[in-house]
T-cell receptor, first 116, second 114 residues
């Protein structure tokens, strides 16, 4: 596709429900990142995928959060038993390679998650 | 550990003047890249400029330049001739070549006054 696509753009869920957020990276991009951004705050790193390597999960805040990337392309971020503090914008980004330092990451428009 | 710090939560600048947004970083990897992104109120993330750790010269992209001081581990963004459309959040980011993950600072909110 032309850019990174995230779906849904908005999601309202009840506390305790599970949610799945989807990210379609730019075709051919091997690196994929997930971030969480609370209102007026910075980007909190969640997880990073690079090709077939084991993902860097060091930013996942709890075991309620998980992510997978199928076929080196589409990624899904799953939040189980959602809590109100999970409310935020979840941003996905992709880049062509991590071999070069200078390959910038391209971002999707984000998924705004509201837990009520 | 990899870390990015932006100490200015908010900045004001008069239209047509220059402004410097501060960024310091910490890493043990000798090879890394530094990035600046702009996030307007619409929420999109816009890439502005990149500096590699081995680059000899400071990066420039139009009205944006990066004041890279490697020994001080700082990578300040300079915006010349500020425009009203420059009002936005600005994020500094770093990626270590070894680890690969891209981390961001807390951001600086820039307001350009007419």
């Amino acid at each position: 596709g032309a850019g990174v696509s995230q779906s849904p753009s908005n999601k309202v869920t009840e506390k305790g429900k599970d949610v799945e957020l989807r990210c379609d990276p730019i075709s051919g991009h091997t690196a994929l990142y997930w971030y969480r951004q609370s209102l007026g705050q910075g980007l909190e790193f969640l997880i990073y995928f690079q090709g077939n390597s084991a993902p860097d999960k060091s930013g996942l805040p709890s075991d309620r959060f998980s992510a997978e990337r199928t076929g080196g392309s589409v990624s899904t971020l799953t939040i189980q038993r959602t809590q109100q503090e999970d409310s935020a914008v979840y941003l996905c980004a992709s880049s062509s390679s991590d071999e070069g330092q200078g390959t910038e990451a391209f971002f999707g428009q984000g998924t705004r998650l509201t837990v009520v | 550990a990899q870390k990015i710090t932006q100490t200015q939560p908010g900045m004001f600048v008069q239209e047509k003047e220059a402004v410097t947004l501060d960024c310091t970083y910490d890493t043990s990897d000798p090879s890394y890249g530094l990035f600046w992104y702009k996030q307007p109120s619409s929420g999109e993330m816009i890439f502005l400029i990149y500096q590699g750790s081995y680059d000899q010269q400071n990066a420039t992209e139009g009205r944006y330049s990066l004041n890279f001081q490697k020994a001080r581990k700082s990578a300040n963004l300079v915006i010349s001739a500020s425009q009203l459309g420059d009002s936005a959040m600005y994020f500094c980011a770093m990626r270590e070549v070894q680890g690969g993950k891209l981390i961001f600072g807390q951001g600086t909110e820039l307001s350009v006054k007419p």
